[in-house]
């Protein structure tokens, strides 16, 4: 089956410019999950959907982050402005959202904020 | 506060050694343990480990679980350079109906030839 697939790989942007990062989840998945991950540090939850709707938002930095699924499949995640402490990568993961099903990464999106 | 702890955080060994990763948790709502290896990439999928006692193996890997202790380890068999990679262990807990993961901050492992 094909994995969790994410775009851009790497950007490098300035601070308080904005970015976007593109998930295509495995297909059947209803759960989608971001994480950041700081270098050195494990991933730590962003925002959770469940099909088109968000389960857990309550580490997202809402004053410069948003996340949206429309129609429950894809997944975009905006940072506006940016800002140096952004610097990490941006991880994308899916689930079928049952019990005890396994989360699968995709190969995360490096941003740089100089 | 939950939290996942890894020791140790980082760990050299030579090709053919034995390791053992450690990984203690304190996660409301726990439901399962889950074992991450992550190269240059994603994190791969590993283990996931529900009942406690009940060791999982794959290959020269291989996991346990103790819930009443809140730890659960991995090992790695001859270890060969390939296994180099961090890895990461994660508690998954049940908010409501879904479920979500607490990740510990890694163990880098570097097998050398």
């Known amino acids: 089956e094909a994995g969790v697939a994410q775009s851009p790989r790497y950007k490098i942007i300035e601070k308080r410019q904005s970015v976007a990062f593109w998930c295509n989840p495995i297909?059947?998945?209803?759960?989608l999950y971001w994480y950041q991950q700081i270098l050195g540090q494990g991933p730590k939850l962003l925002i959770q959907f469940q099909n088109n709707g968000v389960v857990d938002d309550s580490q997202l930095p809402k004053d410069r982050f948003s996340a949206e699924r429309l129609k429950g499949v894809d997944s975009t995640l905006k940072i506006q402005p940016a800002k140096l402490e952004d610097s990490a990568v941006y991880l994308c993961?899916?689930?079928?959202?049952?019990?005890?099903?396994?989360?699968?990464f995709g190969n995360g999106t490096r941003l740089t904020v100089t | 506060e939950d939290k996942v702890v890894q020791s140790p955080l980082s760990l050299v060994v030579h090709e053919g050694d034995t390791v053992t990763l450690n990984c203690s948790y304190e996660v409301t709502n726990f439901r399962s343990l889950l074992w991450y290896k992550q190269e240059k990439k994603a994190p791969t999928f590993l283990f996931m480990l529900?009942?406690?006692?009940i060791e999982k193996k794959s290959g020269r890997l291989s996991s346990i679980l103790d819930k009443k202790e809140l730890f659960s380890i991995l090992n790695i068999t001859a270890t060969q350079t390939g296994d180099s990679a961090i890895y990461l262990c994660?508690?998954?807990?049940?908010?409501?109906?879904?479920?979500?993961?607490?990740f510990g901050k890694g163990t880098k492992l570097s097998v050398k030839p």
């Open positions: 297909s059947g998945h209803a759960t």
């Open positions: 529900t009942s406690s006692g």
């Open positions: 994660a508690g998954l807990y049940f908010g409501g109906s879904q479920g979500n993961l607490i």
């Open positions: 993961a899916s689930s079928l959202g049952q019990t005890g099903s396994p989360l699968h």
